[in-house]
């Protein structure tokens, strides 16, 4: 089976639809924050052919948003890579537990999954799908979820980049992007660990504010791995705990 005829079977599954409709819920702050990245990347001085191919091949948002500062100041191109790959090692987690549901699909399909793969998409996954062990169904529920988040964030970013030189900065949309990136990260705030680990990375991307080229981004990531491995180790969440979060 080639990739166009493989995606284009998965529709026909009820998965398909069940998937798309448990993200339709949360594509309000994820179009919110498409169109605020979309907008910044243009008023950051990237060109509208630059902004869409980065836009359709850096498929994650925060990274993006990290990496446009970088950008407009000329940053070194080691800081550019070192910030946005610290920014999204959080896929490394998401992949890792993928891994059990999707390891024994073939490489082409594990790369196609892995393109599309996004935080909220993981957490609504690992509620439907708790126990880690393959499905049939679970391939056709992922990509429900992730077409819908895809699109909900892909064209409201082009809209973004097509339309920044007419939207007025007094419009405050860098404040309502903020709001949706904190929409969406409280959600992923499902325990005490979760909870203690934003802290400790809020705290120290504050205190680390004064260094240049935007790297206490950089010192907050790390702090904010350094505390929940420490937590994992000696805090760890009660079982029946993790099960109600799951």
């Not at 169109?35 to 990347?41: N, P, R």
């Not at 946005?84 to 890792?96: E, G, P, Q, T, Y």
């Not at 790369?111 to 049939?136: G, I, Q």
Request: hydrophobic share 55%.
């Amino acid at each position: 089976m080639g990739l166009f005829s493989y995606l284009a079977a998965q529709p026909r599954h009820p998965e398909f639809k069940r998937g798309a409709r448990e993200m339709m819920g949360i594509t309000l702050g994820i179009s919110a924050w498409g169109l605020v990245t979309g907008v910044a990347m243009v008023k950051s001085g990237l060109s509208i052919w630059l902004a869409l191919l980065m836009s359709l091949v850096v498929f994650a948002g925060s990274s993006q948003l990290a990496s446009l500062p970088l950008i407009a100041s000329g940053a070194p191109m080691w800081v550019l890579w070192a910030t946005a790959f610290c920014v999204n090692l959080r896929f490394v987690i998401f992949s890792a537990q993928w891994r059990l549901y999707f390891g024994h699909l073939p490489r082409w399909k594990r790369l196609t999954l892995s393109y599309f793969a996004a935080d909220l998409n993981y957490v609504a996954f690992l509620k439907r799908f708790p126990e880690p062990r393959p499905a049939p169904e679970q391939e056709p529920y992922f990509w429900g979820g992730v077409a819908l988040n895809w699109a909900a964030w892909q064209l409201p970013a082009i809209a973004g980049i097509l339309l920044a030189n007419h939207v007025p900065t007094e419009w405050g949309l860098g404040f309502a992007g903020v709001l949706a990136l904190l929409g969406l990260s409280y959600s992923l705030l499902k325990d005490r660990n979760t909870w203690v680990t934003a802290a400790v990375a809020g705290c120290a991307a504050v205190a680390a504010y004064a260094l240049p080229l935007r790297l206490n981004i950089v010192v907050a990531i790390a702090a904010a791995v350094a505390a929940g491995l420490l937590l994992e180790h000696w805090l760890p969440e009660p079982k029946g705990r993790q099960e109600q979060t799951a």
